[in-house]
Every structure is written in structure tokens, then in C-alpha cells.
């Protein structure tokens, strides 16, 4: 099912822990239609302004996938709201710091990346049909290797 120009809804769910386990991964009409959105509004701008493919790591995770992976069965990715992706070619950085400043979007996170490391981290986006917060963060490890967040 084609979700916008260039993304199918099977990119979007595509999970290999979710194959290995035989996790169903399957959203429902309403999460489809999320990453509808999050495709016109989101995912189809990144594709159209670098001209280059978008690779999504992480797209809708089901309650049991976010469980088996240890994610929050909270998280946007359940709800169908977000993605995990980096565009092959682009600094993670430069990437955020094009969608902070040209697209609407409930939240942002550069994850994990590292000064002079263009490949490092990934990028997290997210997108709600209701309110956009427009909250940026950079996603890090403390000394203990405890994830954490600050405001970008």
C-alpha cells in the first residue's frame, strides 16, 4: 500500500526482531492513516528536498514489538507518529537541522550522533494530526550509559 509518492506502508513496518520473533506487526486503520500523514507531512519532504532515499530503521512498532525491543508501549511509534531514519549520503546533523527549519513536527530528536561522525546516531521524527509541540532534542549517554534528552 503506498502511503505517498515514494513510501509504502510496508517500509514502515518492516522489523526484523518482529520477523525473527513472529511478532505481528500489523497496524491498524487508524495508525495507517497516521503514517499516512507523517509520510505527506514528514517522510515525502526529506525525500523531495535531498533527492535521495530515505531509510527508515524504526517506523510503527506494535505493543508487543516495543515490549520485546524494550521501547515504551507509549512511544509515537505505536500510535503509527514516528520514524527512525537517516538519508544516505547527508550528515545526520545537517539533516535535523533542515527539518527543524522547514517542516512542521511534533518532535525531533538527533540521536546519538557525534561531532565529525556524519554517520553516527539517526534522526527520530514524529508527527500528530492534532497539535505539534515543534520539540527538538538531542538524544545522548550519560556515564552510566543511561540514555538521555536535552533540549536542541
Known amino acids: 500500500m503506498k502511503l505517498s509518492a515514494n513510501f509504502k506502508l510496508s517500509e514502515l513496518t518492516k522489523s526484523q526482531t518482529a520477523e525473527r ?13 497516521n503514517l499516512r500523514e507523517l509520510c505527506i507531512n514528514l517522510l515525502q519532504p526529506i525525500r523531495s528536498n535531498f533527492d535521495k532515499p530515505v531509510i527508515i530503521s524504526s517506523g510503527y512498532r506494535s505493543a508487543e514489538l516495543c515490549i520485546e525491543i524494550g521501547s515504551s508501549i507509549d512511544s509515537q511509534h505505536t500510535k503509527g507518529q514516528a520514524a527512525d531514519l537517516e538519508v544516505p549520503g547527508i550528515d545526520n546533523k545537517e ?12 518532535q525531533l530528536i538527533l540521536e546519538f550522533y557525534k561531532e565529525g561522525e556524519p554517520d553516527s546516531g539517526w534522526v527520530h521524527v514524529s508527527y500528530s494530526t492534532e497539535q505539534n509541540r515543534k520539540q527538538s532534542l538531542l538524544a ?5 550509559n543511561k540514555t538521555k534528552y536535552k533540549p536542541w
Do not use: H
Request: hydrophobic content about 30%; glycine content about 6%; charged content about 25%.
Open 140 to 144: 545522548y549517554k550519560d556515564e552510566n
Open 21 to 33: 520473533k513472529g511478532i505481528n506487526n500489523n497496524p491498524s486503520a487508524g495508525q495507517i492513516d
Open 95 to 106: 539533516l535535523a537541522i533542515w527539518i527543524k527549519n522547514n517542516l512542521e513536527y511534533d
